[in-house]
């Protein structure tokens, strides 16, 4: 039976993990991701839960110390922050190529400099390449729903790769919001008894993990990573039907709000779907043809799900938390106008970067992006492809 309580992101993740009581949990504190650790450190220290928690001493040490517990036949978690997840770089791209199933918690926190504690996507969208499973959450219910579904997604045989869930830091992790636990029964029937492919615990079946790799089979190895990837939308789409008839609550890749007819569309992740949302019901009621695609699974890209959702509009106004210095736009806009390239008839699209160092959006600056990709379409053609929401000149 479900139990509604008043939770902020950390705890609704430090919840999930507690239902799933993974075999090792190692971490380091880091704003804004030390209040998940530290609750879930209690409900060890409370016997709630029977996992190892290894105490370390950078975030580099943290993944390390993940991945040899994976590799070693343990179901395995962790959560990081910003810098922290910068810093475990070199073990991110380690974690994937072994194929291990790690469920990694990040609160998404501005890279320095300058120093900044608060929200924006640079450091998720800075490893979006690493070979990680990318799931965004818009609130906590999300992020405890995600959490759950991510150990289903990583550990499923199709699979087998690291899966991290996102939270926008201090505007999801710190603030409380009405969250529905499922039955600590339910969640351990719906993950399921651990299962591990190829242990190094098991010495009648020795294996080798991480041996030198260079270019007679390096490039074969690397395709089956890619393969892998491309292969798991099916899986967590699979994963989020299942998780819907037992919580109520269905996933899918992306979610399509209000776009039945629109003819124009924002593109978002995390919270501020719930702003782009609040703005979208205001212009329809002000007679505009407005929807939001929201970008729930990141990595792999559901490339033919956008397309599907994004092809029959005139204009598109894309939201990127997060900026490629030198780059023709940002994370999300490439991605979505390389969808849309190929075809014959496609919406004009334009980038805007905004709330970066945890800077608000309002209801009123998705309500401009709209009236500005409306203009750009009444004039037929893009002059600026990239402007900004919220920015002081």
């Known amino acids: 039976m479900s139990k509604v309580l008043g939770l902020n992101g950390n705890a609704a993740a430090a919840h999930a993990m507690r239902q799933i009581n993974p075999h090792v949990v190692a971490a380091y504190p880091i704003t804004p991701q030390t209040d998940c650790v530290e609750r879930f450190a209690e409900f060890v220290s409370e016997g709630l839960v029977d996992t190892e928690f290894v105490t370390v001493e950078s975030e580099h040490s943290a993944l390390s110390a993940c991945i040899g517990a994976a590799a070693a036949g343990g179901r395995v978690m962790t959560a990081t922050s910003s810098q922290g997840l910068a810093l475990m770089w070199e073990m991110l791209y380690i974690a994937a190529s072994m194929r291990l199933p790690i469920v990694m918690m990040v609160v998404n926190r501005a890279l320095s400099g300058n120093i900044n504690i608060h929200c924006d996507h640079s450091d998720t969208m800075g490893a979006r390449d690493a070979g990680w499973i990318q799931l965004f959450s818009e609130n906590a219910q999300e992020v405890y729903d995600n959490m759950v579904q991510a150990v289903r997604i990583a550990e499923d045989m199709r699979v087998r790769l690291p899966v991290m869930v996102t939270q926008d ?50 490039f074969e190895h690397k395709r089956s990573e890619i393969e892998a990837i491309d292969s798991c939308l099916p899986v967590i789409e699979e994963v989020g039907k299942e998780f819907g008839k037992l919580s109520g609550r269905s996933y899918g890749l992306l979610e399509e709000y209000r776009l039945e007819d629109a ?36 990595r792999p890209f559901p490339k033919d799900e956008v397309i599907r959702a994004l092809a029959p509009r005139k204009g ?42 945890g800077r608000d959006i ?12 409306e203009e750009v379409v009444r004039v037929g053609r893009v002059e600026k492809h990239i402007d900004y929401l919220g920015l002081r000149e």
């Open 169 to 218: 830091g201090f505007i999801i992790s710190h603030a409380v919001e009405r969250v529905e636990l499922l039955d600590d029964e339910e969640v351990r029937n719906f993950v399921g008894p651990y299962r591990p492919l190829y242990p190094l615990l098991d010495v009648r079946n020795p294996v080798t993990y991480g041996p030198l790799d260079l270019f007679d089979y390096y």
């Open 263 to 298: 003819e124009y569309a924002v593109v978002a992740l995390g919270s501020t779907c719930g702003t782009a949302k609040e703005a979208v019901d205001r212009l329809r009621d002000r007679g505009k043809k407005v929807g939001l695609l929201k970008i729930r699974c990141f």
């Open 316 to 357: 598109v106004a894309v939201l990127d938390r997060s900026v490629v210095l030198g780059g023709f736009g940002g994370p999300v806009f490439t991605e979505i106008r390389s969808a849309l390239y190929d075809l014959p008839s496609r919406p004009l699209v334009i980038d805007f970067y905004y709330g970066l160092g």
């Open 362 to 373: 309002y209801v009123e600056d998705i309500e401009r992006a709209f009236a500005r990709i």
